[in-house]
């Protein structure tokens, strides 16, 4: 079992800054893909940004280049720095740990942290 528990949500200004930190209460997150998602209401929740357990970073197209995932493997932490954040923004953000076992992909979700952009 995985553990992952977010922080660093709040309620920010447009324009402003936040970084999400996601703690995996694991031995190693090595060999998990790690996602941040957002859920906004009555929405689907969406996939923001990933980065795989080689370094490959994808994000979702609506970010346009504001956001920057990381991950540093030795404290088993994956951040999401959200930089000119705007009112569409606000959401629930999820970090999820993805990893590939004989059974299929097994998936890992945290409780979230509440991001809102509002003046």
């Known amino acids: 079992q995985v553990q992952l528990v977010e922080s660093g949500g709040d309620l920010v200004q447009p324009g402003g800054s936040l970084r999400l930190s996601c703690a995996a209460e694991t031995l190693s997150i090595d060999n998990f893909d790690m996602s941040w998602y957002r859920q906004a209401p009555e929405k689907e929740r969406d996939m923001v940004a990933q980065i795989s357990k080689t370094g490959r970073i994808v994000y979702a197209y609506s970010i346009e280049d504001r956001f920057t995932i990381s991950r540093d493997n030795d404290k088993k932490m994956v951040y999401l720095q959200m930089n000119n954040l705007r009112p569409e923004d606000t959401a629930v953000y999820f970090c999820?740990?993805?990893?590939?076992?004989?059974?299929?992909?097994?998936?890992?979700w945290g409780r979230g942290t509440q991001v809102t952009v509002s003046s």
């Open positions: 999820n740990a993805e990893i590939a076992t004989v059974l299929g992909p097994q998936n890992f």
